[in-house]
């Protein structure tokens, strides 16, 4: 049921005398960021593109590009080739194709369908065409790419529910290996407690039994790590509860993860034992491991 930041998807289409190809792709992010390429001359597209995706997800840096041309099949014998704009595009192109090269970067060669969809390049291409007709077609097939999209990211979640699912019983382990520790502790701790008091009784004159009492009951709290361990316990349910919830969790899992450092740091510092600090550490390893994995949870 988890879902990922990351998918991709791409499709192709056509009619009313043009072909169009789809790209969306998506990676982690904090909130949702929408990033439009689309034709500037199909009246209202990019308004209702962006408010479907809107609907559509939740969260992640999302990218989306939109190639429209005539199609070559359905160019009327009264749509011309606009000279004067083919050559300046063309010289254009060849300009950025000279740069690139002399930086060493590789650039993808354009076909002709891609030099038709410049705007201009044809005179009766696009500029007098009524758009609405083209752009309720293109809406109509977006829905499309979008179940594709959604599937992408889908089986990457599903990818990632199972790492993390294998990390939460990591951190399950850890945790019932500390309480065993911490458990077998108590007895020694207590007898080493007594005589330490012994040790001072024997020493001392006289002691003031109310300050002794708030120093051993401060000592006992220090040292205690009942409850970062029960806590501990809590977030570990969470965490599974929140693999089996429907919809965006990515956030509640960003929480959770500050809250799972936050007791083992505790733990850790009240530890004064080397078996149970070693086990603390290794529960921060995997902590930092699974917060890395629930950043890209949508």
Do not use: Y
Request: charged content about 25%; hydrophobic content about 45%; aromatic content about 2%.
């Amino acid at each position: 049921m988890t879902v990922s930041m990351t998918g991709f998807a791409t499709r192709k289409g056509q009619g009313l005398g043009h072909v169009w190809t789809w790209d969306i792709r998506s990676v982690n992010g904090k909130g949702l960021d929408l990033r439009l390429r689309l034709p500037d001359w199909v009246d209202g597209l990019e308004a209702l593109v962006r408010a479907d995706l809107q609907k559509a997800l939740g969260r992640g840096n999302v990218s989306l590009s939109l190639k429209l041309a005539r199609d070559a099949a359905d160019i009327d014998a009264g749509t011309r080739l606009n000279p004067v704009v083919l050559r300046a595009m063309l010289a254009a192109m060849h300009e950025v194709e000279t740069v690139a090269e002399d930086m060493q970067v590789a650039l993808a060669r354009p076909t002709a369908a891609d030099v038709l969809a410049l705007r201009g390049v044809l005179d009766a291409g696009t500029s007098d065409m009524e758009t609405g007709p083209l752009r309720d077609l293109l809406m109509a097939d977006l829905p499309h790419l979008l179940a594709e999209f959604h599937a992408s990211r889908r089986a990457e979640g599903a990818a990632l529910q199972r790492v993390i699912s294998a990390q939460i019983e990591q951190v399950a382990e850890l945790t019932a290996a500390a309480k065993s520790v911490a458990d077998g502790r108590r007895d020694s701790a207590g007898a080493q407690l007594r005589e330490n008091l012994a040790r001072l009784l024997a020493a001392a004159d006289a002691v003031d039994e109310t300050r002794l009492a708030q120093e051993l009951a401060l000592l006992a709290v220090k040292t205690d790590v009942t409850e970062e361990i029960d806590r501990l316990t809590a977030h570990i349910s969470a965490g599974k509860a929140l693999l089996r919830e429907r919809g965006p969790v990515g956030r509640k899992f960003d929480f959770l993860m500050q809250e799972f450092m936050r007791e083992t740091n505790t733990l850790c510092s009240k530890a004064q034992d080397i078996e149970l600090t070693r086990i603390g550490l290794d529960l921060k390893t995997v902590i930092d491991q699974m917060r890395e994995q629930v950043q890209n949870v949508e």
